[in-house]
């Protein structure tokens, strides 16, 4: 799955940072709420890409009958 629930793009949760890992990207709980939902944005923005992708050679597929 892409992004599972409270993921970030490792695949680690967000209670497993630690003081130093939030240290370093630094900003208040809020930016980091604010980078998580710009990862799990980009993750959709992908997946939907994708799906069309797929869905429009399906249609020229078809088309070509």
Known sequence: ???????????KSGTDETPQ???RRGGSAAARGKRS?????????QAVQLIR???LGKEKIRNRK
Request: proline share 0%; with cysteine; net charge positive.
């Open 1 to 11: 799955m892409i992004g599972g629930k409270d993921e970030d793009s490792c695949g």
């Open 21 to 23: 890992e939030r240290k």
């Open 37 to 45: 939902l710009a990862r799990k944005s980009t993750a959709v923005s």
């Open 53 to 55: 992708q797929c869905y």
